[in-house]
């Protein structure tokens, strides 16, 4: 527990001194000093000079080791792959993609396989110096039991891919799905490193939310916690894929607003097309972008109200330039938000970053590294390389 809080301040805060470590765990100089010195043997965490602080002694001041060890994230989009190779700050060293040919368990792992093999080539680092494979995919997954337990858009129920992706290439292998390795990225690479409690917004062919508090991802019991794209917003509305009724899915992915527009006589073939005509004040296309918003902004609120989160960030790549769909959202979760609470929320509209995205994948292994959920790799013998 002591170790992976270290790990954890040292990796959010960059540099810190013994001193710091102790003043912020509340443990004592010698468990510090202890753990440190085992951090250091290993090469987890190096010396980066003194820092004179006053008329006191000079601190040594103690940094995570980037290159200690590598992770390969790989993210299956759909029938596309991608994998990057990059160290422990999310700096790419390799970067490859490829296409599935179908969805059977036997091709993607083949695949898989190949890419990860391909990428530790392109970037000449051995298999001995990584520290593990990550894989986002979309649906519910079982972080513990590395499960894809199912994924409407991969036609999976129950997959142990982790576990058999694992035995293949004889790596330590995390899953999980897409959008809470982004959430992820976020507290590790990018904006929300300083937010203890925050949610990402996912909204594309598929609807989901990731959710993190405090040093860790809610996920709930059964895997399932962002699943809000199968929300019921509409009563005995419009057929889900899931096979109910009414669900946000139903009317906010960019499928169902491709599908409801082609139903109104609009000649639209994507949510590109849809946008173009808001923003020429058609009045079905804007009808729809802003019914689709307000439903969004709806079980957003239902969200962040049960939750008590006040910073959200949305990526909605197939609606991300209509102002229609941003102020509909927006003012609906506003308007059904509970009114007690006086903190504002937040919401950021993100652009789609796909370096992001990538490293999310990557970025899983090094969350569950911070947090010892991955065993701790033998110590590397620098002298035969």
Known sequence: MLRSKLLRELYQQHTLSRADLTRITGASSASVTGIVRELLQEGVVTEQGMQQDGLGRPRVMLCL????????????????????????????????????????????????????????????????QVLGVG??????VDVRRRVCVHSFLLDWQNVPIGVLLEHQLQLPVVIE????????????????TEQQYFAVLYLDEGIGMGFYHEDRMLTGQNNAAGEIGHFTVVRNGRQCICGKKGCLQAYASSGALVQQAREAGLDVDSTSDLTHLADQEDPEAVRLLTFAGQLVGLALSFVVDALDIRHVLVYAPAVSTSGH??????????????????SS???????????????????IVIHAFLNEQIPTPAPLDRSAR
Request: aromatic share 4%.
């Open 325 to 342: 769909f941003q102020s509909a959202l927006s003012e609906a979760l506003q308007h059904h938000s509970l009114p007690l609470v006086p």
């Open 177 to 192: 799905n897409d959008v809470n390795s982004i959430t992820i990225a976020q507290k590790l690479f990018a904006e929300a």
């Open 135 to 140: 894989l986002a995919l979309s649906g519910i």
């Open 65 to 128: 080791n980037p290159t200690h060890r590598y992770v390969i994230g790989l993210r299956m989009v759909s029938a596309e792959v991608t994998g990057s190779l990059m160290d422990l700050r999310g700096n790419s060293l390799a970067v490859l993609s490829c296409q599935l040919p179908d969805f059977q368990v036997e091709t993607v792992l083949e695949h898989l396989c190949l890419l990860t093999q391909h990428l530790m080539q392109q970037a000449n680092i051995p298999a001995n």
């Open 345 to 363: 929320k937040t919401v950021l509209f993100k652009d789609q970053d796909p370096d992001l995205w990538l490293s999310g994948a990557g970025g």
